[in-house]
């Protein structure tokens, strides 16, 4: 099953089904905000590689709805049942059953669970995890009928030093919070012009999307036929679909550095930051971290929005900006001094890092178009959208 080993012990072997054995070494991985592992899965036939990751991040999502986070003291902490979760979860070694809420159902973080309650808990909880919905019970009700829908992107970007785009990239993922009484039928509208398809890219207009991974829940089918996504949604958050898009990106924000090196003794800098979203917007949260020489002594920083400092310990200056309204721009001005050393290198000149967050903002441009509950007893149902924007240290500018 599971085993915490340090890399220098003895490699162990789990023997399953059929000659199907997994290994596991070191620390489990640098998810678990541990050093890095090793894993080996041995096999009489080509392991799936795909499944493999899939099985360690989803796993992970497990353990976090159960402890809250994974590090070192909650491993130790929660053995017995990270022991449980992976034995209920595998079967002749292929995982089977991974739904949260069919797990805490049974698997539970208590020692004693009460008697009087266990038969007819028992009866539910066999229908749901072999029925056609194992990711929901249709025993669930709400005094108040609600559906959440986050739409979340993280923009790439890589700038040259030219102003070159070398990269720009969205990953997206839309989480919902469905708190929804009985067995609900929902169908998801998204762009009118939305192109999955290679062969159908280059229309004008259109939300190009590079791949898409959806829930078990949703009936693909019907989104390959009329881009509506249907399905019968878990209790509770989770994420409905992930997808990437590499084409048409919006940029929220544009970076214009200015970097010059005066002799030996002196590095000059003017940053602008500029917005490019509609004025009813804003940007929050935003971070630059923009590097200095390795021999830099001070940094002096002079701003008229935010506050800028330099940081000595990581030879950057940070500055914050906490909102920035779209159609604005504002610059910082600063003047690094070197010391002289002996041999001169050459400065690699890192390249800029930008934090921020820009809310009812898509960098992709999908967006929601409707969003319909069914339910046999007709109850009336409260939808909300959100949209964000963001990058956090994926958003790079070269000077």
Known sequence: MLSLYSTDDQLPTYSGYKSYRTA?????????????????????????????????????????????????????????????????????????????????????????????????????????????TSWRRADVKYKKNEAFVDVIETVNLSMSAKGNLLRADVDGHIQMRAYLSGTPECKFGLNDKLVIDKNEKGISDAVELDDCRFHQCVRLNDFDATRTIS????????????????????????????????????????????????????????????????????????????????????????????????GQECSLTASAALTITTTRQVWARPPIEVDFQVLMFTASGLIVRFLKVFEKSNYNSVKWVRYLTKAEGSYQIRF
């Open 24 to 132: 596991t070494s070191g620390r489990l991985s640098s998810h678990w905000g541990l050093p890095a592992s090793s894993t080996l899965q041995d096999s009489r036939t080509n392991a799936n590689a795909a499944l493999v990751f899939e099985y360690c991040y989803r796993f992970i999502n497990i353990c976090k709805s159960y402890f809250g986070k994974i590090d070192e003291e909650a491993v130790k902490n929660n053995f017995v049942v990270i022991y449980e979760l992976i034995d209920e979860i595998n079967d002749f070694g292929y995982p089977q059953n991974s739904e949260i809420d069919t797990l805490k159902s049974y698997i539970t973080t208590e020692s004693i669970v009460s008697s009087s309650i266990a038969a007819e808990e028992s009866s539910k909880i066999t229908s749901q995890a072999t029925g056609a």
């Open 231 to 326: 399905f019968i949604p878990p209790d509770g958050e989770f994420e409905l679909m992930r997808y990437r898009s590499t084409s048409n990106v919006k940029l929220p924000l544009r970076i214009i550095p200015s970097v010059t090196e005066v002799g030996t003794t002196q590095v000059q800098y003017t940053i602008t930051v500029k917005t490019n979203f509609n004025n009813k917007l804003s940007a929050t949260n935003i971070v630059l971290r923009i590097p200095t020489p390795l021999n830099t002594t001070t940094a002096e920083c002079k701003v008229a929005t935010g506050k800028a400092k330099y940081v000595p310990a990581e030879n950057v200056i940070v500055w914050k900006i906490a909102r920035l309204q779209g």
